[in-house]
T-cell receptor, first 116, second 112 residues
Framework: GAGVSQSPSNKVTEKGKDVELRCDPI?????LYWYRQSLGQGLEFLIY????????KSGLPSDRFSAERTGGSVSTLTIQRTQQEDSAVYLC??????????????FGPGTRLLVL | SQQGEEDPQALSIQEGENATMNCSYK?????LQWYRQNSGRGLVHLIL?????REKHSGRLRVTLDTSKKSSSLLITASRAADTASYFC????????????FGGGTRVLVKP
């Protein structure tokens, strides 16, 4: 596709349920990033993929959060046993190379997660 | 904690006026970028300024960077109602790997 896509656009879930968020990066982009944005706040880094590997997971807030990337393309962010404080917009971004080179990150529209 | 702090948090101006917002950061950086966000969704990249650059222009946007003060400014000239959005600065640094560290953003309202 022309840009980064994310699904679902919106997700409402009950506390304690697991959710999966999907990100399709721009074709050919090797670097993929997940961020979280709470209401009215800036973005908080979660995890970075270079290809299928995640050299930086430092932003994952707890072991309930995990992410994987397959085929150097699609990534899924999984939140287990969701809590109300997980409610936020989850944004995915991709860039062409990553690996320490400074380049523009292209963002998807985000998934708005609401945990009741 | 966030690397960047933005000032002001909110800004309301009339169409045609200039809008200036500032970003300060704490540690040495490689680059500083400005992004725009409409309606709390996806971010759009506006401009990137490298640590060895002092000023950069793109259309109606002017960005300055003062590494001695660890600060940057974004100026939008001749604002339009369509410029209404939140604007974020983001830094990357060798110490932080590839990730961008974002400020809290400035909400800009341009009144027609």
């Amino acid at each position: 596709g022309a840009g980064v896509s994310q699904s679902p656009s919106n997700k409402v879930t009950e506390k304690g349920k697991d959710v999966e968020l999907r990100c399709d990066p721009i074709s050919g982009h090797t670097a993929l990033y997940w961020y979280r944005q709470s209401l009215g706040q800036g973005l908080e880094f979660l995890i970075y993929f270079q290809g299928n590997s995640a050299p930086d997971k430092s932003g994952l807030p707890s072991d309930r959060f995990s992410a994987e990337r397959t085929g150097g393309s699609v990534s899924t962010l999984t939140i287990q046993r969701t809590q109300q404080e997980d409610s936020a917009v989850y944004l995915c971004a991709s860039s062409l190379v990553g690996g320490g080179l400074q380049e523009t990150q292209y963002f998807g529209p985000g998934t708005r997660l609401l945990v009741l | 904690s966030q690397q960047g702090e933005e000032d002001p948090q909110a800004l309301s101006i009339q169409e045609g006026e200039n809008a200036t917002m500032n970003c300060s950061y704490k540690t040495s950086i490689n680059n500083l970028q400005w992004y725009r966000q409409n309606s709390g969704r996806g971010l759009v990249h506006l401009i990137l300024i490298r640590s060895n650059e002092r000023e950069k222009h793109s259309g109606r946007l002017r960005v300055t960077l003062d590494t001695s003060k660890k600060s940057s400014s974004l100026l939008i000239t001749a604002s339009r109602a369509a410029d209404t959005a939140s604007y974020f600065c983001a830094t990357d640094a060798w110490a932080a790997g590839n990730k961008l560290t974002f400020g809290g953003g400035t909400r800009v309202l341009v009144k027609p």
